[in-house]
C-alpha cells in the first residue's frame, strides 16, 4: 500500500491487489470536515486511513462514488460517520449487495457488512466551508459522482475512467450517452488532476484522450 500527498490537503492510499490490480481510497482534510472517497474492500482497506486522521477531531464525511463492492465494502468500519452517496446508489447497495457478496466475497480485506448511505442526493450537494462539490456524473454506472475539491483543483470521478493507462475507457454499465455528457462536463471544469478508483493520478488532457477513444 502507498501513501502518497498529491495536494497539500488531498491525500491518497494505494492498495496494490494481489489479482494485479489497484486501488485507490482519497482523502481530503478538509477545515470543517475530512472526506474519505470511497472505502475499498473492507475494514482492513480503511484502517490506514483511519490512523493518519487518528488525531484529528474533525467529523468525517464518507463518500461512495458508486454502488460496485471494491468501492462501498469498507462502510462499515464508519458506523458513527455521515455516508453520502447518490440516491440511486444507497438503492443499488440494498439490492445487489448480496449477489456482490455472493461473488466477489472471497476478496473481502477484514471485515464487510452492509451499511447504507445515510444522506443522498439527485443532482449536487455543495459544503461551501471546505469548497468541495459532490456532482452527479452518470457513465461507468448510472449512479456515479464526482467529488470535486474545488481549492486544490482536484477531481475525483469514481470509476469514470479506466482501470490503467492502456484502458482508459472503463467499462460501461451505464448510459453511453450520458457518459459522453459527463465527460464533456469534466472539460469545462476548472481542474488540474483528476482521481480515479483504479488509475494513476492523471491530468485534465485524460478527457479528451477518452473522447477521442470513444
Known sequence: MEIKKIRNRNILFTYRQPAGWDLNVQLILGNRYNYIIDTGLGSLSTEPVKEYIKHDSKPIIVINTHYHWDHIWGN?????????????????????????????GHLVDGEAEKLLPDLTFEQEIYFPDDQIRIMYTPG???????????????????????????????????????????????????????????????????????????
Not at 86 to 98: A, G, N
Not at 141 to 163: F, P
Not at 171 to 187: A, E, F, H, Q, V
Open 76 to 104: 462499515s468500519s464508519f458506523r458513527n460517520c455521515t455516508i453520502l452517496s447518490h440516491t440511486s446508489c444507497r438503492d443499488m447497495i440494498d439490492v445487489h449487495w448480496e449477489e456482490m457478496m455472493q461473488k466477489y
Open 140 to 214: 461507468h454506472t448510472a449512479d456515479s459522482i464526482s467529488v470535486m475539491d474545488e481549492w486544490e483543483k482536484v477531481i475525483h470521478v469514481g470509476d469514470n475512467i479506466g482501470d490503467s493507462m492502456e484502458e482508459l475507457v472503463p467499462s460501461l454499465y451505464g448510459d453511453k450517452d450520458d457518459y459522453i455528457k459527463t465527460l464533456l462536463k469534466y472539460k469545462e471544469m476548472d481542474m488540474e488532476l483528476c482521481v480515479s478508483g483504479h488509475n494513476t493520478v492523471t491530468e485534465k488532457q485524460v478527457f479528451d484522450k477518452i473522447l477521442d477513444l470513444l
